[in-house]
Nanobody, 125 residues
Framework: EVQLQASGGGLVQAGGSLRLTCAASGDTFDDYGIGWFRQAPGKEREAVSCLSTTNGATWYADSVKGRFTVSGDTGLTTVHLQMNSLKPEDTAIYYC??????????????????WGQGTLVTVSS
């Protein structure tokens, strides 16, 4: 069973950048759909970005398109979320999650089986 460890969160000023990392143990990310989700205080969890390791297809929420980029390393043991031009509304706990590629249909949190602990991103204005 794959285990996930998310890291890279922190405090950054608006307009700044952060790079989140999701590390896999117990398995690689090969043949998994990988998702980044976030939950802000008082708000529901929302999908940020997803990556198919089978065909490399990516999906981004409209709110982060053009600012965030999801990628995986060559060995598919880590996946990154590069976040640029951060805004205060990006403040949230960010989670990575995976689902076996055969079960990956959309970037919807309910479809994902394995979750890492979150990493807090705080963007100050």
């Amino acid at each position: 069973e794959v285990q996930l460890q998310a890291s890279g969160g922190g405090l950054v000023q608006a307009g700044g950048s952060l790079r989140l990392t999701c590390a896999a143990s117990g398995d690689t990310f090969d043949d998994y759909g990988i998702g980044w989700f976030r939950q802000a205080p008082g708000k529901e969890r929302e999908a940020v970005s997803c990556l198919s390791t089978t065909n490399g297809a990516t999906w981004y929420a409209d709110s982060v398109k053009g600012r965030f980029t999801v990628s995986g390393d060559t060995g598919l043991t880590t996946v990154h979320l590069q976040m640029n031009s951060l805004k205060p509304e990006d403040t949230a706990i960010y989670y990575c999650a995976v689902v076996p590629e055969g079960d990956y249909n959309s970037c919807a949190a309910d479809d994902f089986d394995y979750w890492g602990q979150g990493t807090l991103v705080t963007v100050s204005s």
